[in-house]
């Protein structure tokens, strides 16, 4: 009422009547949403709709219109149905579309009827009052406000509330319109979501549903999303089976040309050339923007019936066409295609890397050319040159490209290739160079240092022209000859030759003559390579480039940085090509499964390193890629070799005796089958046996990858029996014993949590113990002489405070003697605080027990498991500081003073 009475309040005519005003009132209060009357529906329903619903429709729908005319498609590849889970789209709608939720929101809070109506007085309802009865929401645009809600956090991205939306109409408003639609949104929701399954059973069931609405809109609602789903599972032939449909229902014409466009795309994908000419017919009648006019003009005359010569001269005629700059790239790749076809693979391989070249705008289609390159050069096994592609094509596809996964995978297959390679061949230029007479040597160091002084010499002139070309922009700038290019003829700056040769006579005027590159604007770039951290798995290499670094590239010692000159360089240089050349050899043959290259391969490390323990092995990888390839008597050679060099390697053994691998399959099996038993006595809680069988493995399987695993298990069975000190020990010597191997990281791990928990552990473990340590304690002496009172307590513990609780207690209990309490740190883990001034045992173990007595007001906040209590003697304190033992001075402890 507030929202109206204004307007009556200012109105100049004084003779609107009390009467009409009280109607109004009578008439706002009939509108509440507290009451569900004909009029307060009517009201709402209008209020909703004009002030609401439509703005936030309009909202919604000039959103969707302006990313669809903004979405930079790709013509290469087939358009995608929806444009639901794009990026792009969902960055450029995501502000209106919280908008138009923000205004249904409002509707729903404003102007939503959920209470019943009144029931007829007298009579019984007919079955059209029951129906309007049981109704959830009475108000028409507040049903409509949640779908449109739904959909627009959909578009956004926001899934999740888009689902929680659609759920909530499929639950209140169930076989309505909205519901139907609902259903089919949840259907597209599982379909980004990758649920391919749930969204066809959704969409088959609405589609059997005999009382699903019949409405161009849901016609055009279930037609693309079934399209979509076909899409994305990669079902070309149902995708063009139920694109027409939607073509007929589209609801405007941007969309009923995208699908007309991937409709023909789609059929010429097929085969269907006939059909898709047709298709590219269709939409060139429906205003086609340039680009996609001139995608589908290309493919029309691919498909038409120019052949050979006179299709590629129209081709090039395209190519020639200035304002076809921009599609050069897929005007190349057409022309690659019919080479190839054609048979004039070279011809083919040309204009792909003009494709790439050409390339402005369109990263797709310059990574599809890398691809096609890339792809090629690797049939021919050329690997360096197509990991070169393949990184070029990976690093400016989409993610969201087919089989881009499979893509990268190779590329990273063939980088580790290349690695490898260029690691032998650096090593053999620097073996060889270091092999060189030293005369020799110094004039090839000589050479390259005069390379680098003509280099400079060279910069230094371009510097000088540089530095005139900028003096002359300079004065051209102040007297205002910047507009010298422009003939006056109106044509576009880059469609007028004079405009274009002034800008580039001024372009170079002020930057010089520069290579069409990255970070063009960078003189030096050499000095931003210098700059960067290089990567070296080996130090000795890392410290060479560090050491070169610092010194001049014109001076002959920069050039001697790295050379294996020395016995123990030319070893470590060797391994690096041992291990590099075994490497290759596997990527071929396990990775890239070229048999020849990897045979290849492990010849030449065979006759390289003929003695080198790999070279076996090379032997027996050629003798299988042999047998791999029926060639049975080239593999019988490889064998004779293997044989005849290699008689006692377990490879020849493996041939010379078929039996062998079954005895070591059957060692393997009794060792596994002992270990089981082992660990299954570990895990059962019998200590002492697992002990014993873990000693017996160490012993029996000697030098295998279970050694290390039988002595992490005896080491804590004996921390289980024995006692925490000698499971440390165990735990210690496992860790120098069997380096780098995942058990000596278990025991360091281990063993800094038996530090951090000793005290604790000491209290519970001794008592229990019923074996005699493995190894001997220290000799500590028998009681004697003076003795303190030591508190260990954990290292956290607020230590000032416990010493002051401690004097405390001495001046309340002691304060005839002469005691002195001080702290000192024990391990990384626990402090000392000791008591001393007693003269012998008997005053000790005197004051203990009254210590013992009051520790929960001395030690507070500290629970008792958390701190020890010990007598100990001058002289043995001396001992326990170095042995740092707490477990073996508490045995001694029990048996001389607890008794």
């Known amino acids: 009422m507030s929202t109206i009475l204004p307007i009556f309040t200012t109105c100049k005519r004084k003779s609107i009547s009390i009467l009409l005003l009280l109607a109004i009132a009578l008439l706002l209060s009939a509108c509440s949403t507290q009451k569900n009357t004909a009029i307060s529906r009517r009201f709402h329903n209008t209020t909703a709709y004009f002030n609401y619903y439509y703005n936030a429709r309009d909202l919604h729908q000039l959103a969707l219109k302006k990313a669809e005319k903004d979405f930079a498609y790709n013509y290469t590849l087939p358009l995608p149905v929806l444009l639901l889970d794009e990026q792009q789209v969902q960055s450029a709608v995501s502000g209106d579309m919280e908008r138009a939720i923000e205004k249904c929101t409002n509707l729903l809070a404003k102007h939503s009827i ?67 639609a609902s259903q089919v949104w949840m259907a597209r929701l599982a379909i980004v979501q990758g649920n391919y399954v749930d969204a066809q059973s959704r969409l088959d069931e609405i589609k059997a549903n005999r009382k699903r609405p019949n409405s161009k809109d849901f016609e055009h609602l279930i037609a693309s999303t079934y399209a979509f789903l076909h899409q994305r599972q990669g079902n070309t032939d149902e995708v063009i089976a139920h694109l027409p449909k939607a073509i007929d229902n589209a609801p405007n014409k941007p969309t009923r040309l995208r699908y007309t466009y991937l409709l023909a795309q789609l059929q010429q994908q097929n085969g269907k050339n006939k059909e898709a000419i047709e298709s590219y017919k269709k939409a060139q009648k429906l205003n086609p923007s340039y680009e996609m006019a001139f995608s589908i003009k290309l493919n029309l005359i691919a498909l038409g019936g120019a052949k050979g010569d006179d299709l590629k001269r129209a081709l090039l005629k395209m190519a020639r066409d200035d304002k076809n700059r921009d599609y050069l790239d897929h005007i190349y790749y057409t022309l690659g295609n019919m080479e190839r076809q054609e048979g004039n693979i070279e011809k083919a391989m040309e204009y792909y890397k ?40 990976i690093s400016v596809l989409d993610r969201n490209y087919p089989n881009y996964d499979e893509i990268a995978n190779k590329t990273r297959c063939l980088t580790r290739l290349v690695t490898q390679i260029n690691t032998v061949n650096k090593e053999d230029s620097l073996q060889r160079v270091a092999n060189m007479p030293k005369a020799e040597r110094d004039a090839l160091i000589a050479q390259l240092i005069e390379q680098v002084r003509e280099q400079e010499d060279i910069q230094k002139q371009q510097e000088m022209e540089d530095r005139q070309r900028s003096m002359q922009y300079q004065q051209s700038q102040r007297y205002g000859n910047t507009m010298a290019g422009n003939d006056g003829s109106g044509k576009w700056y880059f469609y007028n030759q004079n405009s274009l040769a002034y800008g580039q006579s001024e372009f170079q005027m002020k930057w010089g003559k520069r290579k069409l590159e990255d970070n063009w604007r960078r003189k030096n770039k050499t000095e931003q390579m ?24 014109k001076s002959p010692e920069y050039y001697l940085v790295g050379l294996p000159t020395t016995d ?17 050899a596997e990527i071929y043959q396990l ?61 020849a053994m493996m041939l010379a005796n078929p039996d062998y691998v079954n005895r070591i399959r059957q060692q393997q099996s009794e060792q596994e089958q002992h270990y089981e038993q082992t660990y299954t006595a570990y895990t059962s809680g019998n200590y002492t046996s697992a002990r014993g069988m873990a000693r017996e493995g160490r012993s029996k399987y000697s030098g295998t990858t279970l050694e290390p695993k039988y002595a992490l298990i005896e080491a804590i069975a004996s921390g289980r029996t024995l006692g925490i000190a000698d499971m440390q020990r165990q735990l210690t010597d496992l860790g120098k014993k069997y380096p780098n ?123 008792a498991s958390d701190y020890q209590l010990l007598i100990i003697s001058t002289e043995n304190m001396d001992i326990l500081q170095r042995d740092k033992s707490i477990p073996d001075y508490i045995n001694f402890y029990k048996q001389h003073y607890n008794k």
């Open 568 to 584: 123990s360089l030319r070893k470590a240089s060797n391994e690096r090509i041992k291990t590099a050349m075994i490497r290759i």
């Open 530 to 553: 210098a700059d960067m951290p290089m990567a070296d798995n080996n130090t000795q290499s890392g410290s060479n480039t560090a050491n070169q670094r610092e010194l001049s590239n």
């Open 591 to 651: 990775e890239l499964h070229d048999a020849e290259a990897a045979k290849t391969a492990y010849l030449n490390f065979a006759k390289r390193f003929s003695t080198d323990e790999q070279a076996p092995l090379s032997y027996y990888n050629l003798y299988k890629l042999a047998n791999e390839q029926g060639n049975g008597s080239e593999a019988q050679g490889y064998k004779a070799t293997l044989m005849s060099r290699y008689p006692q390697s377990p490879y």
């Open 114 to 180: 959920t209470v019943k109506p009144e029931m007829p007085k007298k009579g019984s309802m007919t079955a059209k009052e029951k129906e309007f009865y049981n109704q959830t929401e009475f108000v028409r645009w507040a049903r409509e406000a949640w779908l449109l809600a739904a959909t627009s956090q959909a578009w956004k991205g926001d899934y999740d509330r888009s689902t929680q939306a659609l759920e909530y109409i499929g639950l209140r408003y169930p076989n309505t319109p909205i519901w139907y």
């Open 354 to 393: 003009l494709s790439a070249q050409s390339s402005t705008t369109n990263t797709t289609q310059k990574g599809m050319s890398y691809l096609v390159l890339a792809d090629y050069h690797f049939d021919q096994a050329h690997y360096p040159l197509a990991q070169s592609y393949y990184d070029s094509t």
């Open 741 to 863: 191997t995942p058990e000596a990281q278990r025991a360091e791990q281990l063993l800094a949590s038996l530090k951090a928990n000793e005290l604790q552990l000491t209290q519970h473990t001794h008592n229990s113990q019923s074996e005699t340590p493995s190894r001997t304690a220290p000799n500590y002496h028998l009681p004697s002489g003076d003795h303190l009172i030591v508190a260990l307590v954990p290292k956290q513990s607020n230590i000032n405070q416990l010493k002051f609780n401690i004097i405390t207690f001495n001046v309340d209990y002691f304060i005839d003697l002469d005691l002195n309490v001080s702290n000192s740190t024990f391990n990384d883990y626990v402090e000392m605080i000791s008591v001393s001034g007693f003269t012998g045992q008997r005053s000790a173990t005197h004051y203990l027990k009254r210590l013992t007595d009051n520790q929960n007001n001395v030690f507070t906040p500290l629970q």
